[in-house]
C-alpha cells in the first residue's frame, strides 16, 4: 500500500542535541512538506520541498533543517538552536502544486528531557 | 501572505444534532479548500474539499460549502456521531501558490457527547 512513514513515534532529547526526524513516502509524490503542531495552534510550515535537490523555508525555519536526496525521502534536523522543539511534528507529501493530494503521516512526538 | 481564521475553536454537540466549522481565507487567488480531521495521537485525514468553481458539494453526513465573495467556506456536519469527536482543520491554497502549500486554520475541537 502507498502511504507516508514517520518515525520514531516518539523521541526524546536532551537539552544542546540535535535529532533527526524520519519521514519516507512511496506515493511517488514531488512534494514534501514538515509540520510543527503546538496546541490551539494548527499546523505551521517549517520546511517544503517541490523537487529533489531543492527545498525551501517555511514560516517557522529557525533552529531546524532539511535535506531531499532522494526523492522518497525528507528528513528533518532538530538543533539545539531550535529552543523550544517539544510538539508533535507532521511530515506530509502532494503530487505538487495547488496543495491537492496532501497525504500527511502518522506525526512523531517530540519532547525535550 | 495567505491566512485563513477558523472558528469556534471548540464545539460540543449532542449525538444526532448538526455541527458547523467556519473559516475565511485572505487571498483571493485562492481556489482549493480541503478539510481534514485529526484524531488523537495522529495525523490529519481529508475527508472532504471544494474547488472554487463548486458552491457546494456533500459526501454523506458531511458537506462543504464556499462563498468566494465573502472569502469563505463552511463544513456541515449532520447527525454527529460519537465518532466524529476529533479536531477538524480547514485549510486553503492557490495554484499561484509556490509548493502548492496548503495553510492551515487553527483547528477546530469538536466534541460529541452520547
Known amino acids: 500500500d502507498g502511504g507516508i512513514t514517520q518515525s520514531p513515534k516518539y523521541l526524546f532529547r536532551k537539552e544542546g542535541q540535535n535529532v533527526t526526524l524520519s519521514c519516507e513516502q512511496n506515493?511517488?509524490?514531488?512534494?514534501m512538506y514538515w509540520y510543527r503542531q503546538d496546541p490551539g495552534q494548527g499546523l505551521r510550515l517549517i520546511y517544503y520541498?517541490?523537487?529533489?535537490?531543492?527545498?525551501q523555508k517555511g514560516d517557522i525555519a529557525e533552529g531546524y533543517s532539511v535535506s531531499r536526496e532522494k526523492k522518497e525521502s525528507f528528513p528533518l534536523t532538530v538543533t539545539s538552536a531550535q529552543k523550544n522543539p517539544t510538539a508533535f511534528y507532521l511530515c506530509a507529501s502532494s503530487i505538487g502544486a495547488g496543495g491537492y493530494g496532501y497525504t500527511f503521516g502518522s506525526g512523531t512526538r517530540l519532547t525535550v528531557v | 501572505g495567505e491566512n485563513v481564521e477558523q472558528h469556534p475553536s471548540t464545539l460540543s454537540v449532542q449525538e444526532g444534532d448538526s455541527a458547523v466549522i467556519k473559516c475565511t481565507y485572505s487571498?483571493?487567488?485562492?481556489?482549493?479548500f480541503p478539510w481534514y480531521k485529526q484524531e488523537l495521537g495522529k495525523g490529519p485525514q481529508l475527508i472532504i474539499d471544494?474547488?472554487?468553481?463548486?458552491g457546494e458539494k456533500k459526501d454523506q453526513r458531511i458537506a462543504v460549502t464556499l462563498n468566494k465573495t465573502a472569502k469563505h467556506f463552511s463544513l456541515h456536519i449532520t447527525e454527529t456521531q460519537p465518532e466524529d469527536s476529533a479536531v477538524y482543520f480547514c485549510?486553503?491554497?492557490?495554484?499561484?501558490?509556490?509548493?502548492?502549500?496548503?495553510?492551515f486554520g487553527q483547528g477546530t475541537e469538536l466534541s460529541v457527547k452520547p
Open positions: 471544494i474547488r472554487s468553481n463548486v
Open positions: 487571498d483571493s487567488a485562492s481556489n482549493y
Open positions: 506515493l511517488n509524490h514531488d512534494a
Open positions: 520541498s517541490q523537487i529533489v535537490n531543492d527545498f
Open positions: 485549510a486553503a491554497s492557490s495554484l499561484y501558490n509556490q509548493g502548492g502549500k496548503l495553510i
